[in-house]
């Protein structure tokens, strides 16, 4: 008797805009693979000018802008994000993380962690990735 295998056809679509700083490195801002979306790291940096600022808060903000921004372009909102990775090089701010991360998201919640780290790209002083889920 022979072995009978499914395979679900793989959608890959990679998702790009101009409104979130362009990559800084060999990745995409955001692979779409069936009802799955990765999103790639952002740091604060201003995607017109690719600076960051100095000011913790400025920089978290903008952080949530630029994952913002990847996100409506992949046609979803923060609701479907069900895991958050946050990156901080001072573990200090963490309630400027959660305060900051409040205006953005609503319950109920994703599953997040926030993770402190020596360095991040170009100086920066906090950095996102996520994964978000389509609803059909």
């Known amino acids: 008797m022979g072995a009978y295998f499914w395979m679900k056809k793989m959608d890959k679509q990679i998702i790009n805009t101009n409104k979130a700083p362009q990559a800084i490195g060999c990745y995409s801002q955001a ?3 069936n ?3 990765y999103l790639s790291g952002q740091i604060g940096l201003n995607p017109q000018t690719m600076l960051l600022d100095v000011d913790f808060e400025k920089q978290t903000h903008q952080v949530f802008k630029n ?3 990847v996100v409506e372009t ?3 909102t923060f609701k479907n994000i069900v895991k958050l990775n946050i990156y901080v090089t001072d573990m200090n701010n963490f309630a ?3 305060k900051i991360m ?3 998201f609503s319950e109920p919640y994703p599953a997040r962690a926030v993770v402190g780290v020596k360095d991040l790209p170009k100086g920066a002083l906090i950095e996102a990735d996520a994964i978000a889920v389509t609803y059909s």
């Open 31 to 33: 692979v779409k693979m």
């Open 35 to 37: 009802d799955t979306i």
């Open 67 to 69: 994952l913002q921004s």
């Open 74 to 76: 992949a046609n979803i």
């Open 96 to 98: 400027f993380v959660n």
């Open 102 to 104: 409040s205006e953005y």
